[in-house]
């Protein structure tokens, strides 16, 4: 996925958060038939054969394993600012242009009621339940109900807002369950399935097949997501992806949509990532991540040929954090982390997802582009602290802190094509994120303050109360953005 630039043109990642069920139809489409006219003896003889494709038994896969998906309600209290009602003076200020955006208000909050749906699905006969974390946020009352129509309050194990998953359990016994796959032996263009409960309607199937793995979100570089072609909506978040053989690959989470609705692209948790978490959660009750401390950039085509590299792959080096597991490795600025473990490291996000997913103390090999030839590194990766994971990804940005932001300066060229000096957010997470800030931006001003380097942020920060007040450019219009960080 190309990196967002000052001008970016981004993904408008809807979370599939549950809402109000709308009356909204939805319709199941397995695949379509083109009509052609039959073609000869001698043509056929003439043409190469490609085989044939037979679609999957959907309607098997449906009966079997559809009882093991469930139908997940929420209720609780979320804290709101006063000025969250449509107030957000990004979002006026910049014409509403950038869907998804997240509005801020004055040190006013009130709480609530939150209602929403979701899908989840059932991996023990116990009542063990696999669910997204953003389904049960904030929840004080979880309810499950099964296909048979049964209803059970459900107690939240624990989940991790960083990749999405959430484990959940109810008090039953012999209930149905999936099977769980292998993702690896997942190719694009298989045929897969997702039920779930769109809008409130419940056990949904609809079917497409696998667009892309491993893919990199701009607001979400911790999960190699599986991108498919198959329609999910509101409701959908949590249910399980089913390959043609029955077998859960992945959790639907995430879509992309200009609209709220589905727009033909959806991404589903590989489901041995979500494997990953759950065994933490049943054995610790909470899930750690790995940290390196380093701050990555992607490398384009001038990079590449600045560095002499064959092709524009890897994770530019930018920044490494004094006493870090990358500084005892022996990481420096402008190293390009090409490879770890023999997986291929092509975009920074890549490098992100390795480390994230990895265990604290686990010691990893990287190859590592330096001075024009290979060298090898090892490194025993840190923790990532709780701190950190508020702010978000501990290995993309050097001035997180409390404000949820990775920066970089700006190159040569983008000085010149903004016309000005600053930051740019790599990523915003946390209390920036709630106040609309957004990858692209550029940070102009701290407080008053020039921001010319992370340093000085990170200074300003220290100095700072509950509020700071970012000076923020995008695209042509700068504006300032206050910012809670108390």
Known sequence: MKTSTLHPTRLALALLAAGAIGGAGISAAVGSAHAQSAPSVAQQQAQPSVGTVTPPNFAQITREFGPAVVNISVSGLRKVSAADDDDNPLAQFFGGQFPGMVPFGPNVTREVPVRGEGSGFI?????????????????????????????????????DPQTDVAVIKIDAKNLPIVKIGDVGALSVGDWVLAIGSPYGLENTATAGIVSAKGRSLPDDT?????????????GNSGGP?????????????????????????????????????????????????????????????DLADSFKLDTPTGALIANVEKGSAADKAGLKPGDIIRDIDGRAIISSGDLASVINLAAPGQKIKLDVWRDGKHETLTATLGTLSKSDAVAGNGDQGAAHGKLGLALRPLTPDERAQADTDGLLVQQASGAAAKAGIQQGDVILSINGVPAHSVQQVRDALKKAGKTVALLVQRGDDKIFVPVQIG
Do not use: W
Not at 269 to 291: F, N, S
């Open 123 to 159: 991996i023990s006969p116990d009542g063990v339940i696999l669910t997204n974390a953003h389904v049960v946020k904030d929840a004080k009352e979880v309810v499950v109900k099964l296909t048979d129509r049964r209803e059970y309050h459900a107690k939240v194990l624990g989940s």
């Open 222 to 234: 911790s999960v190699p997501f599986i991108q498919t072609d198959v329609a999910v909506n509101p």
């Open 241 to 301: 992806l089913f390959n043609d053989r029955g077998q859960v690959v992945g959790i639907n989470s995430q879509i992309y949509t200009r609209t709220g609705g589905f727009q033909g692209l959806s991404f589903a948790i590989p489901i041995d990532v979500a494997y990953k978490i759950k065994d933490q959660i049943l054995a610790h009750g909470k899930v750690e991540h790995a940290r390196l401390g380093v701050m990555a950039q992607e490398v384009n085509q």
